[in-house]
C-alpha cells in the first residue's frame, strides 16, 4: 500500500507533456542565451522565432482538441483545418536549420550541434504530437482509413512546405501577401517536374522520412 502510494504520489508532481515541451524549449532558448552572451552575436536568433511558428500549429491542434462544436460544424473545422495546413509545415522546417551548423565557426562545433538539434527536436516533436491530435479528431469525426490518407498527405505538405521555406523563401502568409509570386512559382514546379528533379527528389526524401518518423514514435508511445 505504501508504494502504491508513493507511486501515486510521483505520478502526480509529474509534469503534463505541454510542461515538458516547454521546458525543453526553455533549454533550447537557454543554450541560445549562453551563446549570445560568450559570442556577443545575434547569430542564431532566428531559431527562436522558428520555433515560435512551430508553436501556432500545435496550439491550434490543442485548441480544437476542446472545441466540440466547430468540430460538429463542418465549415469552421475546415476553416480551422486550413489554417493548420498552412503552419504545420513550420513544425519540421527546423530540422533544416542544421545547414546552418558550419556556416559560424565563433564557438565549439559540438556546441552549435547541441543548439540547433535542440530546436529541431522540439519542432519535431511540436508537429508529430500535432498531427497526432488531428489524426485523432479526425479518426472520431471520419473514421480510421480516412485519418490515415490524411497523414500521409499531410507529411507530403509538410515536406513540400519545408522546400518553399528553405529554397523558394517563402513564409506560411505569403499565401496571402504574396499569392501570385507563391503560385507563380509553384506552378512552374509542376508543370516542369524533369526540371526540377532534384527539387522533387529532396520534397520525396523528406515526406518519407517526416512519414516514418511520425508512425515509429507513434508506434513507440503504443509501448508504454
Not at 115 to 128: D, E, K, Q, R, T
Not at 149 to 175: E, K, P, Q, T
Request: proline letters at 2%.
Amino acid at each position: 500500500m505504501q508504494y502504491r502510494s508513493f507511486l501515486k504520489k510521483i505520478e502526480s508532481q509529474t509534469f503534463s507533456l505541454s510542461q515538458w515541451l516547454l521546458i525543453s524549449s526553455a533549454f533550447s532558448c537557454l543554450l541560445l542565451a549562453a551563446r549570445v552572451i560568450v559570442t556577443g552575436e545575434n547569430t542564431f536568433l532566428f531559431l527562436i522565432w522558428n520555433l515560435f511558428l512551430a508553436f501556432i500549429p500545435y496550439a491550434i491542434s490543442e485548441w480544437l482538441s476542446g472545441r466540440i462544436r466547430v468540430m460538429e460544424n463542418k465549415v469552421l473545422l475546415a476553416l480551422v483545418l486550413t489554417v493548420w495546413l498552412l503552419f504545420i509545415p513550420n513544425a519540421f522546417y527546423i530540422v533544416t536549420d542544421l545547414f546552418h551548423l558550419h556556416e559560424f565557426g565563433d564557438v565549439p562545433g559540438w556546441f552549435d550541434l547541441a543548439l540547433i538539434f535542440s530546436f529541431a527536436w522540439n519542432g519535431l516533436l511540436l508537429g508529430v504530437l500535432s498531427v497526432r491530435r488531428i489524426e485523432t479528431i479526425l479518426q472520431v469525426i471520419t473514421g480510421r482509413s480516412f485519418s490515415l490518407l490524411f497523414v500521409f498527405f499531410v507529411m507530403w505538405l509538410n515536406a513540400f512546405g519545408v522546400y518553399i521555406g528553405r529554397y523558394l523563401r517563402f513564409n506560411s502568409w505569403d499565401v496571402i501577401s504574396k499569392p501570385f509570386s507563391l503560385f507563380s512559382d509553384l506552378f512552374d514546379i509542376i508543370i516542369h517536374p524533369l526540371k526540377y528533379r532534384m527539387d522533387w527528389g529532396m520534397i520525396f526524401v523528406y515526406s518519407m522520412f517526416m512519414t516514418v518518423l511520425y508512425l515509429t514514435l507513434k508506434k513507440a508511445a503504443r509501448q508504454f
